[in-house]
């Protein structure tokens, strides 16, 4: 995730730069940063599955996000550039539950293993 996370930074710095109206600059500045917070909170680097798929979103997300920055803020474009990052963090979230889910079961099953052979222990210690 290290990379779309970078990918995210670059988009902030285009948009930063660009001659977009500041309303909606900072619109899709939210967007933006909302998305990389969601990448730092829950470590997602190690819970995304398909993550060449993530990069490649990520990678036409800074494309589209260029084009509308050079197109001087076209409404339809803007539009669907704040679309197609709510999309992406839609499915980071998704991708991100899932894998906590996962996480949390493997946690669990390793908790019962820890308990299991410390139990052992304590039985072998009396018998």
Known sequence: MLKQYSVLS????????SELPIIEKLRIEVQL??????LLDHRVENRITGALDSEQQFNNLYDQL?????????????????E??????????????GGLTQQLSNDKR???????????????AFY
């Open 33 to 38: 940063i909302q998305t990389k917070r969601i």
């Open 10 to 17: 670059k988009c902030l710095f285009e948009l930063k730069k």
């Open 84 to 97: 197609l990052i709510r999309e992406i963090k839609e499915e980071v979230n998704l991708h991100m539950e």
């Open 110 to 124: 390793n908790q019962g293993v820890t308990v299991r052979k410390q139990l052992q222990s304590v039985k072998d």
């Open 66 to 82: 260029r084009h509308v920055c050079s197109s001087w803020g076209i409404p339809g474009e803007v539009e669907r550039l704040k």
